[in-house]
């Protein structure tokens, strides 16, 4: 009767209860890319996100640690390089959120003669190419097709990065604004 006492306690002192972790705010520059990525979806990011001096070449990474929250992180001096180009930061972000949110792993497929990657789950950054602005409704698709026809890619107790070797060209070297107004395309998302 003893053993079956220290096991039950054993049991019921390990992680098995929800870990309540108070979830700092984000950093006010990645509000705009969260918020749209909960619109977007209809999830809610309930997880810390936050900037950190990463090892090179890792841009972003999603760690999760058994049963407590998952955290988002972004290097801070990559994030500073291209805080003005809208789709290099949704490029890594949203990359960070599908291991966080969906537990997607990494697809490494490319597209036949372009080369360019067919999931934003890629593990490379692609944002800062033309392809990608000019594609984003089909990326945002794709993860939202994966998100809701695969099972947990992504297991507890790892890390997964998005890494800065491109191994595509880069074709935008300034920002191109005028391509998309992304904030009212998606608020009108929430009307359909």
């Known amino acids: 009767m003893n053993k079956i006492v220290i096991l039950f306690l054993l049991i019921s002192s390990c992680g098995f209860q929800k870990i309540d972790k108070k979830v700092p705010p984000p950093p006010p520059e990645l509000v705009e890319y969260i918020e749209e990525f909960e619109r977007y979806y209809s999830v809610k990011i309930d997880y810390s996100v936050d900037f950190e001096d990463l090892t090179y070449p890792a841009v972003g990474v999603c760690r999760i640690y058994g049963f407590g929250l998952p955290e988002v992180r972004i290097d801070r001096s990559f994030f500073e390089e291209y805080k003005d180009d809208y789709y290099t930061i ?63 890619e992504f297991e507890a107790d790892s890390e997964c990065t998005i890494k800065y070797h491109i191994p595509i060209k880069p074709t935008r070297v300034t920002p191109d604004k005028t391509k998309y107004n992304r904030k009212k395309k998606h608020e009108g998302k929430d009307n359909e």
């Open 90 to 152: 949704h490029n890594v972000l949203w990359h960070e959120f599908g291991h966080c949110s969906f537990r997607l792993g990494h697809d490494n497929a490319t597209l036949p003669l372009i080369g360019y990657p067919t999931s934003i789950m890629y593990p490379y950054v692609f944002g800062m190419s033309d392809y990608y602005a000019d594609n984003i409704d089909y990326y945002e698709e794709e993860l939202d097709h994966r998100r809701k026809n695969s099972i947990m």
